[in-house]
């Protein structure tokens, strides 16, 4: 992830396990897209759960301190 404070956050995925820290070969980057974050309750530890879940999509949310990254996944028909 690329927070920014005053954007939407992006969120970078790769094909590369086994990188550091935002240290990644630019070929290895698979996709990359902007979320922006909300804010919710106090959560001491890293969560990730889906509160939505349909059929054909779902929404998965980071969430860490008291900023909530929410990802909405959809699966093309």
């Known amino acids: 992830m690329v927070p920014h404070s005053h954007e939407p956050w992006e969120v970078v995925v790769v094909s590369e396990w086994d990188t550091h820290h935002g240290m990644f070969p630019f070929d290895a980057e698979v996709f990359r897209i902007t979320v922006r974050p909300e804010q919710g309750a106090h959560m001491e530890t890293l969560g990730f759960y ?5 059929p054909y999509e779902a929404t998965l949310r980071l969430h860490w301190g008291t ?11």
């Open 50 to 54: 889906f509160p939505v879940v349909g």
């Open 67 to 77: 900023t909530i990254v929410p990802l909405r996944i959809e699966v093309p028909r």
